[in-house]
């Protein structure tokens, strides 16, 4: 699939304290990256020799979400329609957690309806994406 027919997404919940969207968006792109490595562009090295790392090379819409909408679409997600889209979540069970280990124990022992989403990640096919996601406003600040 070329890259016009790809698209990442993210849908955060506007809701959330400032620094919650900011720590949600850090942590779904961290993720997105490591997954999908190939979305990272080189490295570029700019007219005085410095070097920047490689962001990026797919623009990445940062949409307006709720709690509410979050979990349905979660929930869609996982549905045999949108299988083929790689999904990154981020829940309160996640963010109030600083130890990884506590949080691989933590999210054992809850239930999946009692997560609470602060955001989610899409990349893949854009129809799909956009048949998902199409009417969510822009996250403004």
């Not at 080189?42 to 509410?68: F, N, R, W």
């Not at 979050?70 to 997600?77: A, C, N, S, T, Y």
């Not at 083929?84 to 239930?111: C, H, R, W």
């Not at 994406?129 to 403004?140: A, D, Q, V």
């Amino acid at each position: 699939m070329s890259q016009q027919e790809q698209k990442c997404v993210m849908v955060i919940d506007a809701a959330l304290p400032l620094g919650y969207i900011a720590n949600t968006a850090a942590m779904l792109g961290v993720t997105i990256g490591q997954r999908l490595p190939q979305i990272v562009g080189e490295d570029v090295t700019d007219a005085t020799g410095s070097v920047h790392l490689g962001i990026s090379t797919y623009p990445i819409s940062m949409l307006k979400g709720s709690e509410e909408l979050l979990k349905e679409l979660r929930l869609r997600l996982f549905t045999p329609e949108f299988s083929e889209l790689t999904v990154v979540d981020f829940s309160d069970v996640a963010q109030k957690i600083n130890v990884y280990g506590d949080y691989v124990k933590m999210a054992a022992e809850t239930p999946e309806r009692e997560h609470t989403y602060y955001g989610i990640a899409l990349f893949g096919d854009k129809k799909k994406i956009n048949r998902l996601t199409g009417m969510l406003p822009l996250l403004r600040a």
